[in-house]
């Protein structure tokens, strides 16, 4: 059997998303550097644990720096792929392998506060439930969600055994 593999695809409304804090963080860097510099901005930014005014920008800047470069490695480095011996899963810190004989259902299931975003739940023998990274999508603008009923017919090819086994 073939291995399968999933990654999430951004759309470019969602890579816009991305580039507008991206952009931000990148004024509120060159603005510290350029202005009164890190010395005096690191000095003067924050007193008595508030926020100085006039400083606001740059910590959201700085924020956003940190932000946006991990949404983005978290989406190139996310992915599950299904294998003969079960189901191996990466997202930005975790790695997962989930044998086949150890998973009890597959199912997309909404997340959130709203029913348009759904996910792929593997449900296990222990218990225990795991979303599989790279399986995000929009119920909306996707229509079915094609990679759960993809995730779901290869977990029943590896497990059912095939009609021909089955006849005597």
């Known amino acids: 059997m073939k291995t399968l593999e999933f990654r999430p695809t951004p759309t470019r409304g969602e890579w816009l998303l991305c580039c507008i804090p991206a952009l931000g963080a990148v004024a509120a860097l060159v603005g510290v550097t350029a202005g009164p510099g890190w010395s005096h901005f690191l000095e003067h930014s924050v007193s008595n644990g508030h926020i100085s005014r006039g400083y606001g920008f740059a910590w959201v800047g700085l924020f956003m720096a940190v932000l946006v470069p991990t949404a983005v490695l978290r989406t190139r480095l996310s992915y599950t792929r299904l294998t003969p011996k079960g189901i191996e ?3 930005l810190i975790r790695h997962t392998f989930i044998p086949w004989s150890d998973v009890t259902d597959i199912a997309p299931t909404s997340v959130g506060l709203t029913i348009h975003v759904r996910r792929v739940r ?5 218990a225990e439930h795991i979303y599989l990274a790279g399986m995000q999508d929009n119920a909306i ?6 990679p759960s009923k993809q995730v779901i017919a290869y977990w029943k090819s590896i497990t059912e055994p095939s ?3 089955r006849r005597p």
């Open 89 to 91: 899963g990466r997202a």
């Open 122 to 126: 593997v449900d296990r023998r222990n």
């Open 141 to 146: 603008r996707d229509g079915v969600f094609e």
């Open 163 to 165: 009609e021909a086994a």
